[in-house]
């Protein structure tokens, strides 16, 4: 997902599953990770963006 959506679905889950509220630092911190690992990627052989597999991920230590 882009960062956009990541923090459409942040505020998703703090409104209607009970996420507790970060601070602004965390709040910005979490969708740039997200996207990082689990953005939009546009391999050669296809012309549209796909969401990667969790499979496919080597994931960058959590910077929280």
Known sequence: MTRKRWDETITWMQKKQGL???????????PDYREAVQGLVLPAEESQPRTRRMHEYDY???PL
């Open 60 to 62: 960058p230590p959590n």
């Open 20 to 30: 507790g509220e970060w601070t602004p630092a965390i709040r910005n911190q979490i």
